[in-house]
């Protein structure tokens, strides 16, 4: 397990978020050129509805639960095993409740939430069918998950993509605090299944009618499923 690989065990992932922390939220609007907010509410507009109790796994700072409590989620419960990104989260929004935990082993009841998000978190997570089935074994029966993640763009964005991730992106981790976490981050994207892959890893882990989409000429795809 490397950073140049993109695979790092579940310390090193948390010592990276702790210390990319005071520049995540910075880094994501201009590396998405201020596209990730609209994102995050499309991933809300999907999977939550109003009036409902949400989960946000691997909330990092908060803005996904943010987005679900603008959207009239009745309550809120961010986790995040980072507290550095937590810090942030609370300072963000004090009316939700953050709880550092592990995605993996959620201190929740089986059946007690009635969405969970996960915004650009699974992929960090180490054993991801553990993750997902864990998400499953909140969600009540028919509950949605919704996962916005980065994958890898097809057709002509994939040069674009690729000059971005692999070059550009690194180079700024080099000026920024963490910067190990820009060379991680395009090395996670490679690795990681692509869309119709991980739409079938959530049927294995126990969603049903799945489906997805991709943003921006397929560099995010977001993921809805709903437990079975
Ligand atoms: C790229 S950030 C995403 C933050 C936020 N969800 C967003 O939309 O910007 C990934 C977050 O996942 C968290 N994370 C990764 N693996 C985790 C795990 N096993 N349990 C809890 N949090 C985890 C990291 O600490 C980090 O804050």
Not at 135 to 144: A, I, N, Q, S
Not at 160 to 166: A, G, V
Not at 200 to 218: H, I, Q, S, Y
């Amino acid at each position: 397990m490397s950073v140049e690989s993109g695979r790092l065990p579940a310390e090193g992932v948390q010592r990276m978020f702790d210390r990319i922390a005071p520049v995540y939220d910075a880094m994501n609007r201009v590396m998405t050129a201020g596209l990730d907010q609209r994102w995050r509410r499309a991933t809300v507009r999907e999977a939550v509805l109003p009036g409902e109790r949400v989960l946000d796994a691997c909330c990092g700072t908060g803005d996904l639960a943010v987005a679900a409590r603008k959207a009239g989620a009745r309550e809120v419960i961010g986790i995040d095993f980072s507290e550095r990104m937590l810090e942030r989260a609370r300072r963000k929004a004090p009316e939700v409740e953050w709880i550092q935990a592990d995605v993996l082993a959620l201190p929740f009841d089986d059946a007690s939430f009635d969405a969970a998000v996960v915004g650009f978190g699974v992929r960090n997570v180490e054993d991801l069918s553990a993750g997902l089935k864990e998400l499953r074994r909140v969600l009540r029966p028919g509950g949605r998950l919704g996962i916005l993640e980065i994958t890898k763009p097809r057709g002509p964005l994939a040069v674009f993509y690729k000059l971005w991730f692999d070059r550009i992106v690194p180079l700024l981790g080099r000026v920024l605090p963490g910067g190990a976490a820009y060379t991680y981050l395009p090395a996670s994207v490679r690795r990681f299944p692509g869309p119709e892959e991980l739409a079938d890893l959530l049927r294995t882990c126990g969603f049903e009618n799945v489906r997805f989409r991709r943003f921006a000429g397929g560099i995010v795809a977001l993921h809805v499923g709903e437990a079975a």
